[in-house]
């Protein structure tokens, strides 16, 4: 590994993608690989925070990096192999605090940049909506990583997505790139589903990752007990399927 860890936002602006439950397995997944791992809960709904089950058994989370310039190292919580940057809602008030600060959008960028050494990956869950916060992750990032499903209107949210991307690049952080899509929710049974994945193959020109990640109520249960799926239900088919797409993307990050 390089000196400096790669930060990875997983990103869409669409919500129950899911978004938290491909930053916190993928993550787990990476780290049990033996990769110092960081994963930074950037939602005001602290999904990733309560998917871990360490909701209450903190006292700073990243309202305080953003706000009181309070370092990542002070706030990660260990669990499971990797560490986790909690977030509440708090975060929300820390975003409207934000939109008048100076330098707003590299804030989390300083903070992360800081911690870069002590890690080989930093994934991001961003909040499933365009806002200063999203910006900030983004901002942060040298890539992007989109859990999409196989439907009509995922494609809509996509060219959203793109625009986002593009948007950002251009003004504020001139590395960022698309390392790809991964297929969520992925149903084989459903004629739509491969027609969908062929059409982004065909159109939109961006890497789709080999592997998916299908079906499988175990990955719905694990947050209900804090804990991962690798936790929760180890030889299930979600934790397999994690564990293929954390190769994968170890592969593309050589």
């Known amino acids: 590994m390089s000196d400096l860890a790669k930060v990875i936002s997983i990103v869409n602006q669409k919500g129950g993608t899911g978004k938290t439950t491909t930053t916190t397995n993928l993550g787990v997944a990476i780290g049990?690989?033996?990769?110092?791992?960081?994963?930074?809960?950037?939602?005001?709904?602290?999904?990733m925070t309560f998917h871990f089950g360490i909701q209450d058994k903190?006292?700073?989370?990243?309202?305080?990096?953003?706000?009181?310039?309070?370092?990542?190292?002070?706030?990660?919580?260990?669990?499971?192999?990797?560490?986790?940057?909690?977030?509440?809602?708090s975060l929300a008030d820390a975003e409207v605090s934000l939109v008048?600060?100076?330098?707003?959008?590299?804030?989390?960028?300083?903070?992360?940049?800081k911690a870069r050494k002590k890690f080989d990956y930093i994934l991001i869950d961003c909040a499933p909506a365009l806002s200063i916060l999203s910006i900030n992750a983004l901002t942060a990032s040298d890539h992007i990583l989109v859990p999409l499903q196989m439907e009509v209107l995922s494609m809509q949210g996509l060219s959203q997505i793109l625009e986002t991307v593009f948007q950002v690049k251009e003004n504020l952080n001139n590395n960022l790139t698309i390392l790809g899509i991964l297929p969520v929710m992925f149903d084989t049974r459903r004629t739509i589903t491969s027609e969908i994945l062929?059409?982004?193959?065909?159109n939109f020109g961006i890497r789709v990752l080999?592997?998916?990640?299908?079906?499988?109520?175990?990955?719905?249960?694990a947050p209900s007990?804090?804990?991962?799926?690798?936790?929760?239900?180890?030889?299930?088919?979600?934790?397999?399927?994690?564990?293929?797409?954390?190769?994968?993307?170890?592969?593309?990050?050589?």
């Open 32 to 47: 049990k690989m033996g990769h110092k791992v960081l994963l930074i809960d950037m939602d005001a709904q602290g999904n």
């Open 58 to 89: 903190y006292t700073k989370s990243m309202s305080h990096v953003l706000i009181d310039d309070v370092s990542l190292n002070e706030i990660a919580i260990e669990r499971e192999s990797v560490f986790i940057a909690p977030s509440d809602v």
């Open 100 to 113: 008048n600060a100076e330098g707003r959008e590299y804030i989390l960028k300083n903070a992360i940049d």
């Open 198 to 202: 062929n059409h982004i193959k065909g």
């Open 210 to 221: 080999d592997n998916n990640i299908g079906i499988d109520v175990k990955l719905v249960e």
């Open 225 to 254: 007990f804090g804990q991962s799926i690798f936790e929760y239900a180890p030889l299930s088919a979600g934790a397999m399927a994690y564990m293929r797409v954390a190769r994968e993307f170890l592969s593309l990050m050589r």
